[in-house]
């Protein structure tokens, strides 16, 4: 409906500012989830420990908790900004979200054009994640889920795992020549307890064997697959982000129109 400036907002502006606030209240709920996420993993592993704290840094944790605050202040500035009607609040937030678009833009077509790059990194990442894997609980959880989730092993074929000192034939241990329990295609014994063990000497099998006992793919290979299999699902929630993103930016836009000057 037509507006006057002169008599602040209309019904339908009302409308989106209360929109707005619900969304922003919404969106700071899950950025303070975040931001406790991140908290009781940083403090459940002890990373603000003596021996620990030089390294805090790389720990992943300190990504969901640094992405919790920002979301958090973000979202509560829209919010606050929206209820007391203050300008400068709202072309703060209008900014950003108009930065954060701007970037998930940049980010989508450096990725497209990047392809074969970024599965050459995911690669590497994933046998320095294998060789890794018993020192750093991180790598480690993060490893156990991918191969469990998608019944693969190794980046591109279990015999990876020979990289790992651990699980190397060279190892003086009980795990040389094994893979992780994860990797196998049956880890629970008797169907209920969970077999660590069951993995042991599998690279010393030959594949018709072994393919009984582990899964033998690469995860490379099933995160392709994965990613090629819900492309659709994935396709809508990106948009819908994004959606999202470009609707709250142009009500933020229209909101700030009939204000005059912040206050």
């Not at 944790?61 to 009607?85: D, K, N, P």
């Not at 790059?117 to 790598?139: F, P, T």
């Not at 594949?207 to 299999?229: D, H, M, N, P, Y």
């Amino acid at each position: 409906p037509p507006r006057d400036p002169r008599y602040g907002y209309s019904f339908m502006d009302y409308f989106l500012k209360y929109f707005l606030i619900i969304c922003n209240l919404l969106f700071t709920v899950l950025g303070l989830l975040l931001l406790a996420l991140g908290v009781w993993g940083l403090i459940s592993k002890e990373s603000f420990a003596q021996e620990k704290i030089s390294s805090i840094g790389t720990d992943p944790m300190l990504v969901v908790l640094s992405v919790g605050f920002l979301l958090t202040v973000l979202c509560l500035s829209g919010c606050v900004g929206a209820l007391r009607e203050n300008r400068c609040l709202l072309k703060l937030f209008s900014a950003t979200v108009l930065v954060l678009i701007t970037a998930q833009v940049i980010i989508a077509i450096v990725a497209h054009t990047l392809q074969d790059q970024i599965e050459s990194n995911l690669r590497s990442g994933m046998l320095v994640a294998i060789a890794r894997y018993q020192d750093d609980l991180d790598l480690r959880f993060i490893t156990d889920e991918i191969q469990s989730n998608l019944q693969c092993c190794g980046a591109d074929n279990y015999r990876d795992w020979e990289i790992n000192i651990y699980y190397n034939c060279s190892a003086p241990g009980v795990l040389a020549c094994g893979v992780p329990a994860t990797c196998c295609v049956d880890p629970l014994e008797n169907g209920t307890v969970w077999n660590s063990q069951c993995g042991v000497g599998a690279q010393l099998l030959d594949e018709f064997t072994a393919q009984s006992v582990i899964f033998l793919g690469g995860c490379l290979g099933e995160i392709s697959r994965w990613i090629k299999q819900h492309e659709g699902l994935i396709g809508i929630i990106v948009t819908v982000v994004f959606g999202v993103q470009i609707l709250i930016l142009f009500i933020t836009i229209r909101l700030l129109e009939p204000m005059c000057s912040c206050y």
